[in-house]
């Protein structure tokens, strides 16, 4: 893949939130996510999946530059191939990449303003960074975009309370997009939704990710969102990436225990194919202590001693990159 389809370029980053004190007076550190390592490609629909906890949505912010950058770098390259090392940007630089960059929230019910039409609501990226002259021009945008989101002209003149939770996804939707951004964390943006409305949000989003070119991190612990909507699909535990795969792949042939029983665990209206689930025994440990070697070797039925020492390393399997010392043995 070639340097200038890449998107999102992440470094050995790591994210860390002091949480306290030692008795020494060192701080204590909560390591959200821990060395990771991760190519977004341009115009794709990135998979982020894993348990609570496992850090994907610290991961998808840090990628926003609304998480704190410990160690390592992250990369962002824009429509027109320019550059932007989140770590280090001037306020120009910023503000420039502030239009590029957006979020979706998961609940739509708290992401938006109870006291602001809807039309306000959806212009004020737009008036916060001066990306308008008029207000003449802003309404035009405004339209525009509502128009791609499938909100009538009507609904700009309603306040939030007025809509279904599916038309408040649509608002945030079309808030994030007035910029023309190029890139858009999407963070269990259909988690709250029932699930007849979230194949349609879903349906929405790949349409506008066609049609405006953008490039989309979709953040879910629903592997079977994921495996309908996205092209490649990377596995979290504990701050770490485990499994990086196409889902055509992932999710019938996972390399990884953890995948495994990640996917054991989706339900089937085929009685045919029902699989029995996977169960995990003991806790997720926790992320300011975690466990040497493989972090995922304390509920692993099949963890060996080199597991329990030694932390495995990503490896190439033609496309399919796993970090499993189980699987490198059996390679």
Same mark, same amino acid.
């Given at each position: *893949? ?7 370029? =992440? ?12 008795? !020494?007076?060192?701080?204590? #550190? ?27 949505t ?5 990628? %926003?530059? &609304? &998480? ?11 429509r ?8 280090? *940007? ?9 239009? $590029?960059?957006? #979020?979706i ?10 006291? *602001?039409?809807?039309?306000?609501? =959806? &212009?004020?990226?737009?008036?916060? *960074? ?11 945008? /405004? ?8 909100? $009538?002209?009507?609904? %700009?003149?309603?306040f ?8 408040r ?9 007035? @910029?023309?951004?190029?890139? =858009? ?10 699930v ?6 879903? $349906?929405? #989003?790949k349409? #506008?990710?066609r049609?405006?070119? %953008?490039?989309? !991190?979709?953040?879910?612990?629903d592997?079977?969102? /994921?495996?309908?909507?996205c ?18 792949? +992932? ?10 029983? +990640? ?5 089937? %209206? ?6 029995? &689930?996977?169960?995990?025994s ?5 992320p300011? $202590? ?7 070797? @304390? ?26 010392? +189980? ?5």
């Open positions: *893949m070639s340097e200038q389809s890449i998107a999102v370029s =992440i470094k050995d980053l790591s994210v860390e939130f002091p949480i306290g004190k030692t008795i !020494l007076g060192k701080p204590t #550190l909560l390591t959200a996510v821990g060395n990771v390592s991760l190519d977004v490609p341009s115009g794709s629909f990135f998979g982020l999946v894993g348990e609570s906890g496992s850090g994907k610290t991961l998808g912010r840090a990628t %926003l530059r &609304a &998480a704190p950058i410990s160690k390592g770098s992250i990369t962002f390259r824009d027109e191939g320019e550059q932007f090392e989140l770590r280090h *940007m001037s306020s120009k630089r910023e503000k420039a990449f502030r239009r $590029n960059a957006q #979020l929230f998961q609940d739509p019910y708290a992401a938006l303003s109870p006291r *602001m039409t809807v039309r306000d609501i =959806i &212009a004020e990226p737009l008036e916060v *960074m001066k990306l308008t002259k008029s207000r003449a021009e802003t309404d035009e945008r /405004v339209r525009e975009i509502a128009a791609k989101c499938r909100l $009538n002209v009507e609904h %700009l003149r309603r939030p309370h007025a809509f279904s939770g599916g038309q996804q649509r608002i945030s939707i079309a808030r994030a997009l007035v @910029t023309n951004p190029s890139y =858009i964390v999407a963070d269990e943006s259909v988690a709250a939704l029932d007849s409305i979230q194949a349609d949000i879903l $349906n929405l #989003l349409s #506008l990710q049609d405006m070119g %953008l490039t989309f !991190l979709f953040i879910s612990h592997l079977s969102v /994921v495996a309908h909507t092209e490649m699909v990377a596995v979290m535990y504990l701050g770490s990436l485990v499994e990086i795969a196409p889902p055509r792949i +992932l999710f019938t042939e996972p390399l990884h225990p953890y995948t495994k029983a +990640l996917i054991s665990a989706i339900p089937s %209206l085929d009685p045919d194919h029902r699989q029995k &689930a996977v169960k995990l003991g806790e997720i440990p926790s300011v $202590n975690p466990p040497p070697g493989c972090k995922f070797h @304390t509920r692993c039925p099949l963890a060996t001693e080199r597991c329990r020492a030694e932390a495995p390393q990503f490896r190439d399997y033609e496309g399919h990159k796993v970090a499993c010392h +189980l699987v490198e043995k059996g390679a």
